[in-house]
């Protein structure tokens, strides 16, 4: 009953550009601090293509550079949240999508405690959880989830009529997910400059793919990585050639 009074007074508040909210500490998700060539990246970039978006948390950083912003996430409950944390911001525009390489797949998606921030199509391997876990203060699991259906990059341009060449630096932080979604951007990906790309090196989840296999097929499409993966986990810049 609790929670269908705040969804009615939330979409009621909405109508007027207000919004009801619960201010606690996150201690969940971090943003990176970026390096100087990321920087530089977003700096001389047309736009910003972010896969992955979460609630937007990157959203002041962009408006500060100027920039105009794709946003894309998979995760339906807390895509309203991330449209509503957008409102402030002109130029930024978020679309809701699970993306992969093929179309209208339904498959399941695995909704993680963490404020959602590490919710995959695939399982948790050992370095998310359990004694290698690389965050084992944050205790890493799968509350849920929930039957999404595909969409892949192309098709996601496409169909709203996203103008890719005005967004050439992509940001990717799909949970594992981001090769496989490469693998759906055979026509978009020429119109991308800059990359950044979370990668990992063993099984942060099952069956993802591996630092290698993102590094050897970007480099097959003229991008060069920045810097090498020195540990496990952790963000990449490629820059095309």
Not at 231 to 238: P, R
């Amino acid at each position: 009953m609790i929670k269908l009074l705040k969804k009615i007074i939330k979409k009621l508040l909405r109508i007027f550009n207000w919004r009801l909210e619960k201010l606690i500490p996150n201690k969940h998700y971090n943003l990176e601090i970026p390096s100087e060539t990321v920087i530089n990246a977003i700096k001389n970039s047309t736009g910003i293509f972010h896969l992955g978006a979460h609630r937007g948390e990157a959203a002041p950083v962009y408006e500060w550079f100027g920039k105009k912003v794709i946003w894309v996430e998979a995760n339906p409950i807390i895509f309203q949240d991330l449209k509503d944390n957008l409102i402030k911001y002109k130029e930024q525009k978020a679309y809701q999508a699970l993306l992969h390489n093929k179309d209208n797949e339904k498959i399941d998606f695995y909704l993680s405690s963490n404020d959602y921030a590490s919710s995959s199509i695939f399982e948790f391997g050992e370095l998310s959880v359990g004694p290698k876990s690389l965050w084992s203060n944050k205790n890493l699991k799968y509350v849920s989830k929930k039957i999404l259906i595909t969409t892949t990059i192309d098709t996601l341009i496409s169909k709203n009529s996203i103008d890719i060449q005005n967004y050439n630096y992509w940001v990717m932080d799909l949970q594992g997910a981001e090769l496989l979604s490469l693998n759906g951007a055979h026509r978009s990906l020429d119109f991308c400059k800059f990359l950044y790309i979370e990668v990992s090196n063993g099984q942060v989840y099952k069956n993802a793919a591996q630092w290698t296999d993102v590094k050897t097929f970007l480099e097959k499409k003229g991008f060069k990585a920045k810097s090498e993966l020195d540990k496990n986990h952790s963000n990449i810049l490629f820059i095309k050639n």
